[in-house]
């Protein structure tokens, strides 16, 4: 893969059919420019596609995207209009298909896994770029070794979707170039600045984990048990970096996004689904995560269109410029790269 990185995302090589409303038109109808901002959650990121089809039900347009783990894969296949495909995937995976796709000599992600996500990614993302979307959209990852924060915002989209939840010890690191990527959900697990980063005004988020139940210390520790099991099998064959080198980084970069978490920007507009029913491997529950996210984003639908037009009427009351051409500061906070 070729790499090219950027400044800022989505600088004058961007298209303009990208943008479905011209910054100069929207500014003169002072309209502002929405984001949405699909964070991490594993299984739970089903919720996103129940999110997205009740978005789209309730005539809420959104501008731009930025996806992070399981939010990239919706994110990605929604902007391909591929979002159907992802739908009946998700409702497909019983128990024991699930058992199938934990169950694997190679790691998950890699050409000799079993990883059926990627096969789904390859066949209908596979020739798509960021170049044919109608919006902007933002993969989210995190860089091997260092823990940056890396946006993916042009080249291949199944690329850039694979490398966003590639989690470490189940999956290998994707390649860019000279670096190695894997799920941004370690580095930014609800990417409202990468919104902010692609021009979005008001930003809705969507948070699979906020009002589902946190992990106790008892539960953490299985779970690491069970990625370690996975990362550490002697039967398994990996190229470097293997799972575990990539899963003792994870853990180390866990430790210093915590620390940051609390100065994460906040989003104009949170949708929190309730999902503590289910658990962030309950891959074959998709119908009730799908389910609470559709239910949850229609009951607030009026609200976000509410706060949509305040926003708008602030604009419009504002001395001055109604809404400054430059993107945020924190858009160099991140690299954008293409790949």
């Known amino acids: 893969m070729d790499m090219k990185i950027t400044e800022r995302p989505w600088g004058n090589e961007r298209r303009r059919k990208q943008r479905p409303i011209p910054f ?3 500014r003169a109808n002072n309209r502002v420019c929405v984001g949405l901002a699909l964070g991490g959650g594993a299984a739970r990121g089903w919720a996103h596609i129940g999110v997205l ?5 309730a005539g809420i347009d959104v501008d731009v995207v930025a996806g992070t783990s399981i ?5 990605g296949f929604w902007l391909a209009r591929r979002l159907n495909d992802l739908d009946v995937f998700a409702h497909s995976i019983n128990a024991r298909r699930l058992d199938a796709m934990l169950d694997y000599d190679g790691a998950i992600g890699s050409t000799h896994g079993n990883d059926e996500v990627a096969r789904l990614v390859v066949s209908r993302l596979g020739d798509i770029r960021f170049s044919d979307l109608a919006r902007p959209f933002a993969a989210v990852t995190t860089e091997v070794g260092s823990g940056a924060e890396v946006h993916l915002t042009q080249g291949r989209l199944g690329d850039a979707v694979r490398a966003s939840y590639a989690l470490p010890g189940l999956m290998e690191p994707m390649q860019v170039g000279s670096r190695l990527l894997f799920d941004g959900a370690l580095s930014n697990p609800l990417p409202v600045n990468a919104c902010r980063a692609l021009g979005a005004d008001f930003v809705i988020a969507v948070d699979c984990n906020g009002a589902s139940v946190r992990f106790t210390e008892q539960s953490a520790a ?4 069970r990625l370690k099991r996975f990362a550490l099998s002697p039967n398994r064959s990996m ?16 430790q210093s996004a915590k620390t940051a978490e609390h100065a994460r920007e906040l989003p104009d507009f949170l949708i929190a689904p309730d999902l503590s029913a289910v ?3 309950d891959f074959h529950r998709a ?8 239910e ?4 607030m639908a009026a609200r976000i269109r509410a706060a949509i037009t305040e926003k708008e009427a602030m604009v419009r009351d504002a001395e001055g410029p109604a809404l400054s051409q430059e993107l945020p500061d924190d858009a160099l906070a991140s690299q954008a790269v293409a790949i």
């Open 24 to 26: 100069a038109d929207r």
């Open 53 to 57: 089809t009740a978005l789209r039900q």
């Open 71 to 75: 939010g990239a894969l919706a994110g």
């Open 222 to 225: 299985r779970a690491y048990d």
């Open 239 to 254: 190229p470097r970096p293997g799972a575990k080198g990539a899963l003792l980084a994870a853990f180390a970069i866990v």
């Open 279 to 281: 658990g962030p491997y």
């Open 287 to 294: 119908r009730e995560a799908i389910t609470a996210g559709e």
């Open 296 to 299: 949850t984003a229609m009951k």
